[in-house]
């Protein structure tokens, strides 16, 4: 919520009371992805060096600060600084959740806690937008946007604080689990890729998975679906107002695709294990491109407003995508590094897509749109062919099986997915 509240700032009055231009509207946006992609990486590796509930509580904590200090700001100078300061400090937090779950769940088990953990993005919605109109609408001496940042902020500073008390750090120190279901978690977690807390992250395992040409094609993929996700996150409630809307009503109505998502992510928790994921990918991708052609292309404003709605029908591809990405990685340090360069890569879009968003396009945001289409595309193919190189190298893999007993365990474990005895999920 404190990310995307900015969108039911810009039309519940912080565009006319700051005076803000369109290239200031658009930066106030953007900045947040600063420091927010360029610190990913290195937070990742923060988090190998520090306990998880101390990293992800402290991030917590800071940002939700910088949320409530945005009420304060006079100009949008200050609004951009304090933008950034929350990209900075929200930077460790996703990148670093996908790198945290597979500390305590097997390959089999990552996708649908994976998928269980990105519902509380539709979820900020059904619970963010309508939050956010009734604020707006509370008569007091602050303006209407002021009083989103403040309250929401102050939310999240509650749960910053509470989740100290609640994290865990490892399931070797985890005092929820009894001695023998410790034992058991631990011996399944080994047998399957080894224990996090032992892992060891070098700088030539840092180098060597950000040039794996897999890494691009996963980060292509990302940004073909995160642009979608970043443009209904922030400009929801723009794209309402374009349709004929008032402010209010415009933020209540981005409930409806954050509803939706939501019963679309607990679905896929569902999808039988038979349909290989990238199918599913392409699939909601294909999907989503379906609707956003129609937001760009159809006139009428019942028609843009049901494909708006249908949108969050595509919701679970995000998760999905993700969890294909970490469990075809063979191993949790590789892992770190290419969820962090991965999940920056794709939140790129939000430093590019405020500019195709500001009152300088509106109503009709076709160039937006078009973007998002075109990246879209994009990504579908190179996740077909990555696919298909999948299925081509376990059947090579199958029939050619090579000898590695000459390496140490160590030694093995630093060769990840090209590991002769790894198959790729497809």
């Known amino acids: 919520m404190d990310r995307a509240n900015v969108g039911a700032a810009l039309v519940n009055g912080m565009i006319r009371t700051m005076k803000l231009t369109p290239t200031e509207q658009a930066l106030i946006t953007s900045?947040?992805?600063?420091?927010?992609?360029?610190?990913?990486?290195?937070?990742?590796?923060?988090?190998?060096?520090?306990?998880?509930?101390?990293?992800?509580?402290?991030?917590?904590?800071?940002?939700?600060?910088?949320c409530m200090l945005q009420a304060l700001a006079k100009s949008a100078l200050v609004m951009i600084i304090l933008r950034t300061l929350l990209g900075a400090f929200d930077a460790g937090f996703s990148p670093g959740i996908i790198a945290y779950l597979p500390y305590w769940y097997t390959r089999e088990e990552i996708g649908s806690r994976m998928s269980i953990f990105f519902a509380s993005l539709p979820l900020s919605g059904i619970i963010g937008s309508p939050l956010a109109a009734a604020l707006v609408s509370i008569k007091s001496n602050l303006h209407p946007f002021q009083m989103i940042f403040l309250v929401e902020g102050g939310i999240t500073l509650i749960c910053g604080i509470v989740a100290i008390f609640l994290i865990q750090d490892y399931p070797e120190t985890c005092t929820m689990l009894t001695n023998e279901e410790r034992a058991v978690l631990l011996k399944k977690l080994s047998a399957d890729q080894g224990l996090a807390s032992k892992t060891t992250l070098n700088f030539k395992t840092i180098i060597n998975s950000m040039l794996d040409w897999k890494t691009v094609v996963y980060c292509m993929g990302s940004l073909g679906i995160a642009n979608g996700l970043i443009t209904y996150g922030y400009f929801g409630p723009t794209l309402m107002v374009s349709l004929g809307y008032s402010g209010v009503n415009a933020t209540y109505l981005t409930i409806l695709p954050s509803a939706l998502g939501v019963v679309a992510i607990i679905g896929s928790i569902f999808i039988p294990k038979r349909i290989p994921m990238y199918v599913v990918i392409v699939s909601m991708m294909l999907i989503a491109t379906t609707f956003g052609t129609i937001m760009a292309f159809a006139k009428g404003k019942t028609i843009r407003l049901i494909a708006f709605t249908l949108g969050g029908f595509t919701n679970p591809a995000f998760p999905i995508f993700l969890s294909w990405m970490s469990i075809n990685q063979g191993g949790i340090g590789k892992r770190l590094v290419v969820s962090a360069v991965c999940f920056a890569f794709g939140n790129?879009?939000?430093?590019?897509?405020?500019?195709?968003?500001?009152?300088?396009?509106?109503?009709?945001?076709?160039?937006?749109?078009?973007?998002?289409?075109?990246?879209?595309?994009?990504?579908?193919?190179?996740?077909?062919?990555?696919?298909?190189?999948?299925?081509?190298?376990?059947?090579?893999?199958?029939?050619?099986?090579?000898?590695?007993?000459?390496?140490?365990?160590?030694?093995?474990?630093?060769?990840y997915d090209a590991h002769p005895n790894f198959r790729y999920t497809l």
């Open 31 to 66: 900045m947040f992805y600063l420091f927010y992609i360029t610190l990913e990486l290195p937070a990742n590796v923060l988090l190998k060096k520090l306990k998880p509930r101390v990293w992800f509580c402290t991030l917590a904590i800071c940002w939700s600060i910088t």
């Open 348 to 415: 790129a879009a939000g430093a590019v897509v405020p500019f195709m968003f500001t009152t300088k396009y509106s109503p009709s945001y076709t160039i937006g749109f078009v973007y998002n289409i075109a990246c879209g595309v994009i990504g579908m193919v190179l996740i077909f062919f990555m696919a298909q190189y999948f299925k081509s190298e376990n059947a090579r893999r199958d029939k050619s099986p090579v000898d590695i007993t000459h390496l140490s365990e160590d030694e093995q474990m630093l060769l």
